[in-house]
């Protein structure tokens, strides 16, 4: 397994912009796809944006389809999701995590960080 640690959340206005980090440890890095998934006060947490362990390939929530953007740097063990036209609909904490599959589905992480808190005011 990887241990992942998140960074980079904080509190902005709407329509700001923020980029959010994740570190993992281990030399297996770029077998895992990352994801990113958020979860607000009183809700379940859902899937957000995953990225192939190459980079070569990514999907995202309809949610947030056109206003983040997920990389990775798999030279220095990096997941970047740079968040831009933020609402407060976006308001959550923000997980990464890593899987051995592509997938959506939060049971398949086997690896998440502790989470960072994003709060976007109106």
């Known amino acids: 397994q990887v241990q992942l640690a998140e960074s980079g959340g904080g509190a902005v206005q709407a329509g700001d912009s923020l980029t959010l980090s994740c570190a993992a440890s281990?030399?297996?890095?770029?077998?895992?796809?990352m994801g990113w998934f958020r979860q607000a006060p009183g809700k379940e947490r859902e899937f957000v944006v995953y990225?192939?362990?190459?980079?070569?390939?990514?999907y995202y929530a309809n949610s947030v389809k056109g206003r983040f953007t997920i990389s990775r740097d798999n030279a220095k063990n990096m997941v970047y999701l740079q968040m831009n036209s933020l609402k407060p609909e976006d308001t959550a904490v923000y997980y990464c995590?890593?899987?051995?599959?592509?997938?959506?589905?939060?049971?398949?992480?086997?690896?998440w960080g502790q989470g960072t808190q994003v709060t976007v005011s109106s």
């Open positions: 990225i192939s362990g190459s980079g070569g390939f990514t």
């Open positions: 281990g030399r297996t890095f770029s077998v895992y796809t």
């Open positions: 995590a890593a899987s051995r599959v592509i997938t959506v589905a939060p049971v398949r992480y086997e690896s």
